[in-house]
């Protein structure tokens, strides 16, 4: 009440000064009076200063209310009727000066002046009072703000004086109780949710897609380097080259009307009559609407035919749509809001006032063609010529090289049979290594020499290496040869080693072989035993052969290469004899040759008796040879007359038409290359 | 260049499809109305100096299978209500389609097409009952799909009248 005892103040001062002036001249008076009206008629403004909620309504001055305040400067008579008390507080405060003054003054104000100090009172009353202020101001608050708002700038600078008590009143409401704001923006935030729910997963499965598409593809690596080397995933990657896209068409429409506002049409796409199609767009936004259960505030958003999209951004005026062709990024749609609500700002009075005329949406091009976008693969699939020729070479070599590769097996594999089926050789290991073949195993060093083989297998010696461990084989044949090379047989003698590693020797030998090879034969690695059925070549048998074949004589008919009858006991002696002296002789390493020696008598002359006397030469050897005489042994030789034997008793004559028998020795040439 | 959305309305089978088919151009087939409801068509009218495009929503007529789709009225700047001249139901009907009109979109331009002129002889309608819409201040025109009568005039008639507003 502070403030309404300074006002009482204030009036307390002019009524003093009222009450001073009472002696003064009544032109003074008057004056004195005019200026207290006047000043009184200012106190509105000293009052409007003060804050409303400091004076407010209480229980012990229930009277300041309405009753007075439904009053009207009109009706004046009512109210000066001094019935409110309202007025006859006023009245009071004023008491000290009207104590003094004369009745009849007051009446000469009246007279004078008209003057109402009830009226004043009221008025002043009216303006003193926050709450009379408060409902006066409420009913003009609306059509207040209303006046503010038709001015862009007013409507932002009321906007920003309200923020702070708008963003305090939501918080404080939430905090009271949240299901009032959650109940009043329920409506608005479920279908956002729903939205980017939907949008979240058609991505996400887009993504999937793609993915599974292109993870297996030959492009797929050159795209994981791509995000090895850009730091991405490599889902981001996929996505980003292989989308392929075309904006084809943007239509921006008058959403009352459906009429078009402006298009932009990307070069080379042929469109229909894009009037219409705006107008047939919102025909089945209300179709839809009117056909399904759907909120008023859904709208299509999406027509999707084959690979064409229809893609439509609502906005409250206008309505963006969009034809698009392929696989769109959904920041196409970002780029679509963007749009249309920077359209709706810049031209939200032309969308207000659209009454048909579209030509101030014409600027809104730039906006419309920042939406035309097309989206590209990174190489057309045609464009890799490079990329298939070197498949194609790769898979030539590929080729040649497997071709090559399944020949050198098979012959690698040829030759480890062999070589696994040959006596004396183990293989334990062998493999295709880098740039050949490798083996390895035990070779007894009497058996076959796998270098050797290898030409037969056709493979490159150099690409082969081999590793064999020397050991000895205690197959027969192994034996066998082992036993020929440390006991050194004359070539009559046969060895043999049977199962048991038994060493049989069977032959003609000297008796000194003999005996030597009994001594060494058990020491053979393998021979368990030496037997041997080995004839004794002696030389004087030998000689003694000799000398029975030089004993014998085939006589032939005079002229004739024709053997006289009855000789037959004589040629088979000779055989006899002459294969007998070969094996003895082979064990004492000598060769055997029977000369063949043939005669005539001196009756022809002597180029017919040599001519005759060879004939009867070849005709003995061949007859020896008939009879299995090796008929390398024998040599035929014709003397003619010129050599004639003696000693015998028959006559010179008969004794010379003959052939005769005499057996020589070489040194034997012995083969060692081991035949048996 | 200014745009208008037109509405055709009236009942089913008064001929406005007929009407306008040989005065428009068309993209949609006729398999729209009994589908969608309505069928998209554009006609562009020279009046004084000035082009004006008229997008002509060719609604479904009413029937006893399909509603008017009043929400396909909004935003338009007028609308032709076409009536069969040799049926009389078509006239009344046209007359409550009016008042449906002007209830959910409020009152804009109009003409009263009494089609197919050309079959005067089986003509029912009263002509004490269109004297009384004239009188009402109703713009009556007779037309003719057959022979094109009135059309040219009615859609003039029309985009003058939008115009005004």
């Keep these: 009440m502070a403030d309404a005892s300074s006002d009482d103040r204030a009036v307390h001062d002019s009524n003093q000064r009222l009450n001073q002036g009472f002696s003064r001249s009544e032109a003074e008076i008057l004056t004195e009076l005019f200026k207290l009206m006047q000043e009184t008629g200012s106190h509105p403004q000293h ?85 009379w202020r408060a409902a006066d101001i409420s009913a003009v608050l609306r059509q207040a703000i209303e006046l503010h708002t038709l001015e862009q700038e007013q409507v932002k600078r009321l906007a920003a004086a309200m923020l702070k008590t708008v963003e305090q009143a939501i918080q404080d409401s939430v905090q009271q109780d949240e299901t009032v704001m959650s109940n009043a923006i329920f409506p608005i935030v479920g279908p956002t949710i729903r939205k980017a729910i939907a949008a979240a997963l058609e991505n996400t499965v887009q993504s999937l897609d793609q993915l599974l598409e292109y993870s297996l593809s030959p492009q797929a690596w050159l795209w994981r380097l791509e995000a090895l080397r850009t730091r991405r995933s490599f889902a981001e990657i996929v996505l980003m080259r292989t989308l392929q896209f075309r904006v084809e068409q943007i239509f921006l429409i008058h959403r009352e009307t459906g009429l078009l506002l402006q298009e932009v049409i990307a070069p080379a796409v042929k469109a229909q009559d894009s009037e219409l199609v705006s107008a047939m767009l919102r025909a089945i936004d209300s179709f839809v609407q009117d056909s399904f259960t759907v909120k008023s505030s859904e709208s299509l958003d999406m027509l999707r035919f084959g690979d064409l999209t229809l893609w439509i951004e609502q906005g409250p005026q206008a309505i963006l749509a969009a034809a698009v062709r392929g696989q769109a990024p959904l920041e196409l749609r970002q780029t679509l809001r963007q749009a249309i609500e920077q359209i709706h700002r810049d031209h939200q009075l032309a969308l207000a006032a659209f009454q048909g005329d579209a030509t101030p949406f014409a600027a809104a091009l730039p906006q419309l063609e920042a939406c035309l976008q097309t989206g590209y693969r990174t190489a057309p699939k045609k464009g890799r010529p490079y990329f298939w020729a070197l498949f194609a070479v790769m898979m030539a070599g590929l080729g040649i090289g497997g071709g090559h590769e399944f020949l050198m097996r098979r012959r690698w594999g040829m030759y480890v049979d062999r070589l696994q089926s040959e006596p004396g050789i183990v293989v334990n290991r062998a493999a295709r290594q880098w740039g050949g073949f490798a083996i390895a195993g035990l070779r007894d060093p009497l058996a076959v ?20 461990q020397p050991y000895l084989s205690l197959e027969p044949p192994f034996i066998t040869a082992r036993a020929r090379q440390l006991l050194q047989p004359p070539s009559s003698v046969t060895l043999r080693v049977d199962p048991e590693g038994i060493l049989h020797a069977t032959g003609v030998a000297p008796l000194r072989w003999i005996q030597e090879a009994q001594r060494l034969a058990p020491l053979i690695p393998g021979v368990t035993r030496f037997e041997q059925q080995v004839t004794i070549a002696d030389w004087r048998d ?7 074949i030089a004993a014998q004589l085939l006589r032939f008919e005079e002229g004739e290469t024709t053997l006289i009858a009855g000789q037959e006991a004589t040629i088979a002696l000779l055989v006899q004899e002459i294969q007998k002296a070969a094996r003895l002789a082979a064990g004492l390493n000598r060769q055997v040759q029977l000369q063949v020696i043939g005669r005539a008598n001196p009756r022809g002359t002597p180029a017919r008796n040599l001519a005759l006397s060879q004939e009867r030469a070849n005709q003995a050897a061949a007859m020896l040879a008939a009879r299995g005489v090796n008929s390398g042994q024998i040599k035929a030789i014709g003397v003619g007359a010129t050599q004639p034997l003696t000693q015998t008793a028959l006559p010179a004559e008969q004794l010379n038409r003959s052939v005769s028998f005499r057996l020589v020795f070489t040194n034997s040439v012995r083969s060692r290359s081991g035949n048996q | 260049m200014i745009q208008k959305k037109v509405c055709m309305v009236g009942a089913f089978a008064t001929g406005k499809t007929s009407l306008v088919a040989r005065y428009v151009r068309s993209i949609y087939s006729a398999v729209y109305q009994t589908t969608v409801g309505v069928k998209i068509d554009k006609k562009v009218v020279q009046l004084n100096e000035q082009e004006l495009t008229l997008i002509l929503w060719d609604l479904h007529g009413e029937d006893d299978f399909q509603k008017l789709r009043l929400s396909y009225l ?26 449906q009109v002007e209830e959910a979109i409020g009152t804009i331009p109009f003409i009263l097409l009494l089609n197919k002129v050309d079959l005067k002889d089986n003509w029912e309608l009263d002509n004490a009952v269109v004297a009384e819409v004239r009188d009402r201040g109703w713009i009556v025109i007779e037309s003719s799909a057959k022979t094109g009568t009135g059309v040219e005039e009615a859609f003039m008639t029309l985009s003058q009248k939008m115009l005004e507003v």
């Design chain 1, 47 to 131: 009052f409007s200063a003060e804050p409303i909620a400091s004076n407010p309504p209480t229980a012990a001055e229930p009277d300041r209310t309405l009753p007075v305040r439904s009053a009207s400067p009109a009706g004046d008579e009512a109210f000066s009727a001094a019935s409110s008390p309202a007025a006859s507080s006023t009245s009071q405060a004023l008491q000290p000066a009207t104590d003094n003054l004369d009745t009849s003054l007051l009446e000469l104000q009246q007279l004078l002046f008209n003057f109402d100090q009830s009226h004043l009172n009221q008025l002043r009353e009216r303006l003193e009072n926050p709450e």
């Design chain 1, 449 to 468: 020499d796998p270098v050797a083989l290898l030409s037969d297998s056709q493979l490159d010696p150099e690409t082969v290496t081999g590793k064999w």
């Design chain 1, 542 to 548: 030998l000689q003694a052969s000799q000398a029975r």
């Design chain 2, 74 to 99: 909004r935003g338009s700047s007028g609308y032709f209500l076409v009536v069969d001249g040799t049926r009389q139901e078509t006239f009344d009907k046209a007359c409550i389609l009016q008042s």
